[in-house]
């Protein structure tokens, strides 16, 4: 097995989390929140798509699925082009709001291109350098592993949330 296989199989687990939370949902259930506060299903998947869509077009040096193929026109969230939803504001959060076919269609989009670059890797590949700004300086296989842990944590969030949702129906 090489690296990128990996990989592959992290990212195949990802998308399985992030399906498993979305489906089935209505678009106020996957906008409701736990607190006034909390992060809803519909902002935890947006955001931890924007991440790897960001990150991923980053190390690849090519453009984000958000911009390139209308996911954002599609949205229609009054953020810039660049959002990715990092410091957001409870306010902020509120406003993402999608039914369940937007939300994983933007997601297996990304999860698509995600899949035709790492199809390309080879382990040396991994070493490279993709940003210096940190020390040690970050490689393409650390950052990856950033996203795919990144993705992982939200996407249990968001399973956790609908589990939430599920039960308050339920009483």
Same mark, same amino acid.
């Given at each position: 097995?090489?690296?990128?296989?990996?990989?592959?199989?992290?990212?195949?687990? =990802?998308?399985?989390?992030?399906?498993?939370?979305? #489906?089935?949902?209505?678009?106020? #259930?996957?906008? #409701?929140?736990?607190?006034?506060? +909390?992060?809803?299903? %519909?902002?935890?998947?947006?955001?931890?798509?924007?991440?790897? @869509?960001?990150?991923?077009?980053?190390?690849?040096?090519?453009?984000?699925?958000? &911009?390139? @193929? $209308?996911?954002? @026109?599609?949205? $229609? !969230? /009054?953020?810039?082009?660049?959002? &990715?939803?990092?410091?957001?504001?409870?306010?902020?959060? +509120?406003?993402?709001?999608? /039914? %369940?076919?937007? !939300?994983? $269609?933007?997601?297996?989009?990304?999860?698509?291109?995600? !899949?035709?670059? *790492? $199809?390309?890797?080879?382990?040396?590949? !991994?070493?490279?350098?993709?940003? @210096?700004?940190?020390? /040690? /300086? =970050?490689? *393409?296989? =650390?950052?990856?592993?950033?996203?795919? +842990?990144?993705?992982?944590?939200?996407?249990?969030? %968001?399973?956790?949330?609908?589990?939430? =949702?599920?039960?308050?129906?339920?009483?």
């Amino acid at each position: 097995m090489k690296s990128a296989d990996l990989l592959l199989d992290a990212f195949g687990r =990802v998308q399985e989390a992030v399906h498993g939370a979305v #489906e089935g949902l209505s678009e106020d #259930e996957l906008a #409701e929140r736990i607190d006034e506060d +909390a992060n809803s299903i %519909a902002w935890l998947v947006w955001h931890l798509t924007r991440i790897q @869509d960001d990150h991923v077009a980053g190390v690849f040096g090519t453009g984000q699925v958000w &911009t390139e @193929d $209308g996911w954002k @026109d599609r949205f $229609g !969230l /009054p953020f810039s082009a660049r959002a &990715t939803g990092y410091g957001h504001s409870s306010g902020q959060v +509120a406003k993402v709001r999608a /039914p %369940a076919e937007l !939300l994983l $269609g933007y997601y297996d989009a990304v999860h698509a291109r995600s !899949l035709e670059h *790492l $199809g390309t890797l080879t382990n040396a590949d !991994l070493d490279r350098v993709v940003d @210096d700004a940190w020390d /040690p /300086p =970050v490689t *393409l296989g =650390v950052r990856l592993v950033s996203v795919i +842990a990144e993705d992982n944590q939200h996407a249990g969030q %968001a399973a956790f949330v609908r589990g939430v =949702v599920e039960r308050r129906e339920s009483l």
